[in-house]
């Protein structure tokens, strides 16, 4: 069956490492999203692409880098992490394109990072 | 810009008792709505959505939602509510004209005793 997935599930880190949280997905939808998920907060944007080579900024992208150079993954790095980025992430496609009802959200389990 | 506020942060009620969860927004662009729901230690899922059309939109588990322009809402309603509706429940809205990616609510926990 095909379905987005996201690894490492559950993460433990320290304060200055590199983390890197991967998104797979198998539809090839042309976008990809990484929300993160904080008690007060909801989902708040990271980061999105719309293809391959193409990525913008969401609401909250400081500290974050992506990079898409195939279709279906849409890796997130942390270049240094700090204890604010401990929190849920969560990776999501879309098909996107002109129809509407190819606007829907397909959402991973989500990758939980604690940076200590 | 565009925001999404979610009225309440908790809803507990009882089993069989009806449940309005409400979310009011604000969008420069044309309204693209949806709720989406989450179980514990899962992702979100999508419970209903409004493009356009029906202002009154039905989704899964015997959810429904109205949308109303004049009061910019789109409020989530189920008219006997389970157990297993114990959820997070997220309002969102399309961050821009491009219309793929969402802005989300901070949610509310729906909360069902018997």
């Known amino acids: 069956d095909a379905g987005i997935t996201q690894s490492p599930r559950y993460k433990i880190t320290e304060t200055g490492r590199q983390v890197t949280l991967m998104c797979h997905q198998t539809?090839?939808?042309?976008?990809m999203f990484w929300y993160r998920q904080d008690l007060g907060h909801g989902l708040r944007l990271i980061y999105y692409?719309?293809?391959?080579?193409?990525?913008d900024k969401g609401e909250v992208p400081d500290g974050y880098v992506v990079s898409r150079s195939k279709t279906e993954n849409f890796p997130l790095t942390l270049e240094s992490a700090t204890r604010s980025q401990t929190s849920v992430y969560f990776c999501?496609?879309?098909?996107?394109?002109?129809?509407?009802?190819?606007?829907?959200?397909?959402f991973g389990e989500g990758s939980r990072l604690t940076v200590l | 810009a565009q925001s999404v506020t979610q009225l309440d942060s908790q809803v507990p009620v009882f089993e069989e008792a009806p449940v309005e969860l409400r979310c009011n927004y604000s969008?420069?662009?044309?309204?693209?709505l949806f709720w989406y729901v989450q179980y514990p230690n899962q992702g979100l899922q999508l419970l209903l959505k409004?493009?356009?059309?029906?202002?009154l939109v039905k989704g899964i588990n015997g959810f429904e939602a109205e949308f109303n322009k004049s009061q910019t809402s789109f409020h989530l309603r189920k008219p006997s509510v389970h157990i297993s509706d114990t959820a997070e429940y997220f309002c969102?809205?399309?961050?821009?004209?491009?219309?793929?990616?969402?802005?989300f609510g901070k949610g509310t926990t729906l909360s069902v005793s018997s």
């Open positions: 999501a496609s879309s098909r996107g394109g002109s129809y509407p009802k190819h606007r829907e959200l397909f």
């Open positions: 539809w090839s939808h042309s976008y």
């Open positions: 692409s719309a293809a391959a080579d193409i990525t």
């Open positions: 969008s420069s662009v044309s309204v693209y």
């Open positions: 409004y493009l356009s059309g029906s202002t």
């Open positions: 969102a809205v399309r961050i821009n004209q491009a219309g793929t990616a969402l802005i």
